[in-house]
């Protein structure tokens, strides 16, 4: 069965930064595109940055580039989010979601992407 369960969410102040965790497990990771995507309130689930499974090769939102960087560790089964000076817009749920069966759409697109973690809370005060 696959699970992801993301962690290192919290509250943070304005330029500051946390490292959020995606662990996975039943069978993918190695394989597959890994990605993170965030949801603030009363708003549609937005992408942030994903990883290929091969060549490590990432894409980034405009609002992250420079600011986050993902990255896995193949021998854990993880997928890493650093976010570095985190603003107040950067509050969130932030989901991890694995793309197990590749259909083409693009890794930009939720619909890529078939298995999701419940989320883990981003809070930056300002």
């Known amino acids: 069965q696959v699970q992801l369960v993301e962690s290192g969410g919290g509250l943070v102040q304005a330029g500051g930064s946390l490292r959020l965790s995606c662990a996975a497990s039943?069978?993918?990771?190695?394989?597959?595109?890994m990605a993170w995507f965030r949801q603030a309130p009363g708003k549609e689930r937005d992408f942030v940055a994903a990883?290929?499974?091969?060549?490590?090769?990432?894409a980034y939102s405009d609002s992250a580039k420079g600011r986050f960087a993902i990255s896995r560790d193949t021998a854990k089964t993880t997928v890493y989010l650093q976010m570095n000076s985190l603003k107040p817009e950067d509050t969130a749920v932030y989901y991890c979601?694995?793309?197990?069966?590749?259909?083409?759409?693009?890794?930009?697109?939720?619909?890529?992407?078939?298995?999701w973690g419940r989320g883990t809370q981003v809070t930056v005060s300002s």
């Open positions: 990883i290929t499974s091969s060549a490590g090769r990432t």
């Open positions: 979601a694995a793309d197990v069966y590749p259909d083409g759409r693009s890794s930009y697109s939720s619909g890529a992407y078939d298995y």
């Open positions: 039943g069978g993918i990771f190695s394989r597959n595109t």
